[in-house]
């Protein structure tokens, strides 16, 4: 069984300080993360993915996620925010061996202020 | 490459009546996804379609369902409608046959049951 779990479902931060938004997940096979943003009215955008290659991962819009096994975790960071980084960050999972069944977090909304 | 198209956008139907959606993958993709999004369950996976076979299914009840034509166009269908199906329904689709496949969402269609 797989899960996922996104800490805080409000984050808010100053434009141009660090974002942070954590995922932990729980899995019983070896794993395949994501991480899609969502903005109003709109589908969900892939941001980056962590596939078993390289533990620390760099997506668009200079995000990055760092795979941490030991602490099942894939936090994901940008040293600073924009305005228009505002928009709900959701985490995902799933199995290597079924990559096409997404295992969804909550969600986390981001509100960056000027 | 035009995106995932999803047809309507947004729907209004009363308790007790069916509705279709549908969903057209980008060219080339052979596998649809459908998830449902609620502010109170969040992201959950429907189903996913693969060379017109159902190849993955989530815990919905049988008013629930799916299907896939020969040209990748997939369609769901909700019968019997109740108040709780409101929600967005996305699609996704990917290429379905490498071992990773990443998902391209559209933008989803607005169901709102009254």
């Known amino acids: 069984a797989q899960s996922v779990t996104q800490l805080g479902s409000h984050v808010s931060v100053s434009e141009g300080a660090l974002v942070l938004l954590r995922c932990n997940y729980s899995?019983?096979?070896?794993?395949?993360l994501f991480w899609y943003v969502q903005y109003p009215n709109q589908g969900l955008q892939l941001l980056l993915k962590?596939?078993?290659?390289?533990?620390l991962v760099k997506g668009i819009n200079g995000f990055e996620a760092e795979f941490k096994k030991s602490e099942t975790s894939f936090h994901l960071t940008k040293p600073s925010a924009h305005m228009s980084d505002a928009a709900e960050y959701f985490c995902?999972?799933?199995?290597?061996?079924?990559?096409?069944?997404?295992?969804f977090g909550t969600g986390t909304r981001l509100q960056v202020f000027p | 490459k035009a995106g995932v198209t999803q047809t309507p956008r947004y729907l209004i139907k009363t308790r007790g009546q069916q509705v279709t959606l549908s969903c057209s993958p980008i060219?080339?993709?052979?596998?649809v996804s459908w998830y449902q999004q609620t502010p109170g369950q969040g992201l959950q996976f429907l189903f996913e379609?693969?060379?017109?076979?159902?190849?993955n299914k989530g815990n919905f009840p049988g008013r629930f369902s799916g299907r896939q034509f020969s040209n990748s166009r997939s369609e769901m269908n909700v019968s019997t409608l109740e108040l709780g199906d409101s929600a967005l329904y996305l699609c996704?689709?990917?290429?379905?046959?490498?071992?990773?496949?990443?998902?391209?969402f559209g933008p989803g269609t607005r169901l709102t049951v009254l």
């Open positions: 995902a999972v799933s199995g290597t061996y079924n990559t096409d069944k997404l295992i």
């Open positions: 899995s019983s096979v070896p794993p395949y």
């Open positions: 962590y596939t078993s290659a390289a533990t």
């Open positions: 060219s080339g993709h052979r596998s």
């Open positions: 379609y693969f060379s017109e076979t159902q190849r």
């Open positions: 996704a689709s990917n290429g379905g046959t490498g071992a990773y496949n990443e998902q391209f």
